[in-house]
T-cell receptor, first 113, second 114 residues
Framework: KNQVEQSPQSLIILEGKNCTLQ??????????LRWYKQDTGRGPVSLTI?????NTKSNGRYTATLDADTKQSSLHITASQLSDSASYIC????????????FGAGTRLAVHP | KAGVTQTPRYLIKTRGQQVTLSCSPI?????VSWYQQTPGQGLQFLFE???????NKGNFPGRFSGRQFSNSRSEMNVSTLELGDSALYLC?????????????FGNGTRLTVT
């Protein structure tokens, strides 16, 4: 069964600290993996999209890694800011169309001053 | 460029009623997809339209339907509302109908069924 599991479920860090969010998946055949940031009451915003051949992709202070062999991805946030407080959702796409998008439950990050 | 616009932002309906939600994609985007987001189930794919044709459908009952107009604007309809339909309904648009296309989400319509 295609599944995406994210950990931790929630996380609290102090402003300025780094953190890493995890995403493990069992999706086949794999097409791509996406990370989204969703602020409370708003729609998700794309951070990165990675295909099978990409190991690392950065977007400002956000760096995503992908290990297709172990089917794991991580999202690293550097020098966190209060505005990073949000839910981070990992989405894995199997080939074959939008109905093959498998969403993780998300990690809720709170950055405290 | 204006982003994806969803209307209305909030809706309160009674069980048994029907509701129509609207989505205006980013100009030039021909693919529009719809998602349901609930605290218990997370984000779930409803359906996707490209050039007025439904190309993909998720595992939702027939009470959930949609359509896309020639200007790429899309509507989603839910008939015979149930309490479990209370959710945030998100629409996303993309330039291409391809697995790797970035999805641009609107801010959603919050539907409450009482």
């Amino acid at each position: 069964k295609n599944q995406v599991e994210q950990s931790p479920q929630s996380l609290i860090i102090l402003e300025g600290k780094n953190c890493t969010l995890q995403c493990n998946y069992t999706v086949s055949p794999f097409s791509n993996l996406r990370w989204y940031k969703q602020d409370t009451g708003r729609g998700p915003v794309s951070l990165t999209i990675m295909t099978f051949s990409e190991n690392t992709k950065s977007n400002g202070r956000y760096t995503a890694t992908l290990d297709a062999d172990t089917k794991q991805s991580s999202l690293h946030i550097t020098a966190s800011q209060l505005s990073d407080s949000a839910s981070y959702i990992c989405v894995v796409s199997a080939t074959g169309g939008y109905n093959k998008l498998i969403f993780g439950a998300g990690t809720r990050l709170a950055v405290h001053p | 460029k204006a982003g994806v616009t969803q209307t209305p932002r909030y809706l309160i309906k009674t069980r048994g009623q029907q509701v129509t939600l609207s989505c205006s994609p980013i100009s030039g985007h021909r693919s529009v997809s719809w998602y349901q987001q609930t605290p218990g189930q997370g984000l779930q794919f409803l359906f996707e339209y490209f050039s007025e044709t439904q190309r993909n459908k998720g595992n939702f009952p027939g009470r959930f339907s949609g359509r896309q107009f020639s200007n790429s604007r899309s509507e989603m309809n839910v008939s015979t509302l149930e309490l479990g339909d209370s959710a945030l309904y998100l629409c996303a648009s993309s330039a291409l109908q391809a697995d790797g296309s970035p999805l641009h989400f609107g801010n959603g319509t919050r539907l409450t069924v009482t």
